[in-house]
């Protein structure tokens, strides 16, 4: 791939770094704010608490795809950025432009979905 695309995903991939750092720092900020349930009712209790878990799974998604990206700069620096990561094939630049942070093409993709489907199924 060329220095000037590469630079490109550079700075989608750190633009996104600093979005995801950004939220991740927010939803643990307000999943450890001050609540005190001895003044809500039980209806309110429970809301509060959804609110929370609600935050917290957000929270674990975006944690999950700020390592992918956090991984994608790594494969920028080593030189391995925009190879499939189980057939070793290059990620189509159209698929790398909408998910730069893509761990593989997008058959390899397809597979493991399909074997992720099957295994909860």
Known sequence: MRKERLAHFRKKLEEKHRQLV???GK??????????????DLGDQASSAYNR??????????????KEVQS?????????FG???????????????ALPFARY?????????????TAAG
């Open 22 to 24: 950004d939220e991740v």
């Open 27 to 40: 939803t643990v900020l307000y999943g450890k704010g001050p609540e005190d349930d001895s003044i809500k």
């Open 53 to 66: 878990e609600f935050l917290f799974e957000l929270g674990n998604g975006d944690r999950r795809v700020l």
């Open 83 to 97: 190879d499939c990561e189980r057939c070793g094939e290059a990620i189509a630049e159209k698929r790398l432009e």
């Open 105 to 117: 093409c997008i058959d390899c993709q397809r597979a493991a979905e399909e074997e992720e489907r």
């Open 72 to 80: 994608a700069l790594q494969k920028l620096d080593d030189g391995g």
